[in-house]
Each structure stands twice: as C-alpha cells, then as structure tokens.
Nanobody
Framework: QLQFVESGGGLVQAGGSLRLSCAAS????????MGWYRRAPGKQRELVAT???????NYAASVKDRFTISRDNAKNTVYLQMNSLKPEDTAVYYC??????????????WGQGTQVTVSS
C-alpha cells in the first residue's frame, strides 16, 4: 500500500510564513517529479511549483521569489516553504508526485489537501 500524506498549513497573518510537507511511504521504487498545486474558493486548481528528481524547479509567477519548493529524496518528501504570504494565497494546497512502485508501475499520487488561510 502506497500513501502520500500532507502536513502543515493553517492560519497566518499577511506577511507571515508557513511550511508544508508531503511524505510518500509504502512499496516505493522511486519518486519522480513532485509538485504543489492549490485551489482557491471559486477557482480552478492551479500549479504552484514543481521539482524534478534532479532538483530542477519551476514556479508560478504569482509565487516566485516568495515560495520555495524542495525535496528530500532519502525521505521521499517534498516541502513548500511559503514566505511573505498574501491573502490571495488562501487556498487548499495539494501535493502531487509521480511514484514508481516496486512492481514498476508509475502512477500520479495526490495528497489529501491542506487548508492555508492568510488573513489581512
């Protein structure tokens, strides 16, 4: 059984910081690309940041220079450090990863989602 579990999130004032984590566990052979997405109320899900297995990163323009995505390959974990948070960052944040199981099947896994609320 393979799991992908998020932690972090919560309520913070504008200008504050939060850190999200997402850890994969189970019968894992390898973890490929990982990323964070978010869905604000009344809006479609949007990409926040991605990171390849080699560490190459990509950010949405709205979060560049404020958010940092990183990963710990030994722990199969991806992080999202969010600084200088704004009310418009309020959303449910989801992690995602392409995980290859020990049966050599690669599937896309999603975390359960965590609420981030930024007050003005």
């Amino acid at each position: 059984q393979l799991q992908f579990v998020e932690s972090g999130g919560g309520l913070v004032q504008a200008g504050g910081s939060l850190r999200l984590s997402c850890a994969a566990s189970g019968n894992i052979f390898s973890v490929n690309g990982m990323g964070w997405y978010r869905r604000a109320p009344g809006k479609q899900r949007e990409l926040v940041a991605t990171i390849t297995s080699g560490g190459r990163t990509n950010y949405a323009a709205s979060v560049k220079d404020r958010f940092t995505i990183s990963r710990d390959n030994a722990k199969n974990t991806v992080y999202l450090q969010m600084n200088s948070l704004k009310p418009e960052d309020t959303a449910v944040y989801y992690c995602n990863a392409a995980i290859e199981s020990i049966t050599r099947v690669t599937l896309s896994y999603w975390g359960q989602g965590t609420q981030v609320t930024v007050s003005s």
